[in-house]
C-alpha cells in the first residue's frame, strides 16, 4: 500500500525558507492517474490546499500563497518537495503531503479527492 | 474560491445514534466533493467521494448525497471509533477548499 513521508525541520525562523520533502514509497510517483500534494492545518483556519504537482513537473498553487511557494519532482528519488520562503508565525501549521486523483475530462486534468495522506510534521516558526 | 460552510460545527451524539452532517458550497460544484474523517492527532481520511461514493474499507453506515450547493453526510448508529471531526472538501476547480469541519463528540 502506498506510503507517504513527510521531512523537513520543525522550528523554522521568522523570513527564512521552510523546506519540506515527501518520500513516496510502495508506489511510483510517476502515475498517470494521480496527483502529488501539499496541504496544511492550523487550529485557526482549519485544513487548507497548498499546491499540487504532477510528476511532469506541472503544477497548480494556490492564489493565497503562489507568490511565496515552489513545488518541484524527483523521479528518480521518487519524492517531491515543498518550500515556502518569508515564512512568518501564520506559517505554523501541521503540513501534509497527499496523493490526490487525476481525472481527465473535457477542459483538461482535473485533481480531486486526497486518497492518500502522510502522517504529517509539524513546523513552527519561532526565533 | 469556493467556499465551504458545514454546520454545525460541532454536535454531541451518544453510541447507536444517526448525525448528518451538512456542507454549503459557495457556488454549484456539482458532485465534486469529498468526506473525510479525522480522529485526534491523526492525518484526514477519505470517507466519502464524488458528493456519495464510500471509499474503500469505509464501513457502510457511512453515506454521503448531494449535488450542486448542498451536501450531507450521514453516519448511522455511530460506533466509538466515529467520534471525530469531518471535513468537507471540493475538487471542481482550483483552488481546492475544505469546510471548517464538525466535531462529533460524546454525549
Known amino acids: 500500500q502506498l506510503q507517504l513521508q513527510e521531512s523537513g525541520p520543525g522550528l523554522v525562523k521568522p523570513s527564512e525558507t521552510l523546506s519540506l520533502t515527501c518520500a513516496v514509497s510502495?508506489?511510483?510517483?510517476?502515475?498517470?492517474?494521480?496527483?502529488w500534494a501539499w496541504l496544511r492545518q492550523t487550529p485557526g483556519k482549519g485544513l487548507e490546499w497548498i499546491a499540487s504537482?504532477?510528476?511532469?513537473?506541472?503544477?497548480y498553487y494556490s492564489p493565497s500563497l503562489q507568490s511565496r511557494i515552489t513545488v518541484s519532482v524527483d523521479t528518480s528519488k521518487n519524492q517531491f518537495s515543498l518550500t515556502l520562503t518569508s515564512v512568518t508565525a501564520a506559517d505554523t501549521a501541521f503540513y501534509y503531503c497527499?496523493?490526490?486523483?487525476?481525472?481527465?475530462?473535457?477542459?483538461?486534468?482535473?485533481?480531486?479527492?486526497?486518497?492518500?495522506w502522510g502522517h504529517g510534521t509539524l513546523v513552527t516558526v519561532s526565533s | 474560491a469556493i467556499q465551504l460552510t458545514q454546520s454545525p460545527s460541532s454536535l454531541s451524539a451518544s453510541v447507536g445514534d444517526s448525525v448528518t452532517i451538512t456542507c454549503r458550497a459557495s457556488q454549484g460544484v456539482t458532485s465534486d466533493l469529498a468526506w473525510y474523517q479525522q480522529r485526534p492527532g491523526k492525518r484526514p481520511e477519505l470517507l466519502i467521494y464524488?458528493?456519495?461514493s464510500v471509499a474503500s474499507g469505509v464501513p457502510s453506515r457511512f453515506s454521503g448525497s448531494g449535488s450542486g450547493t448542498d451536501f450531507t453526510l450521514t453516519i448511522h448508529s455511530l460506533q466509538p471509533e466515529d467520534f471525530a471531526t469531518y471535513y468537507c472538501?471540493?475538487?471542481?476547480?482550483?483552488?481546492?477548499?475544505f469546510g471548517g469541519g464538525t466535531k462529533v463528540e460524546i454525549k
Open positions: 504537482t504532477y510528476y511532469t513537473g506541472s503544477t
Open positions: 464524488e458528493a456519495s
Open positions: 497527499a496523493r490526490g486523483l487525476r481525472v481527465v475530462v473535457s477542459r483538461g486534468p482535473k485533481n480531486t479527492w486526497f486518497d492518500t
Open positions: 510502495s508506489g511510483s510517483i510517476r502515475s498517470n492517474n494521480h496527483y
Open positions: 472538501q471540493h475538487f471542481n476547480s482550483f483552488p481546492l477548499t
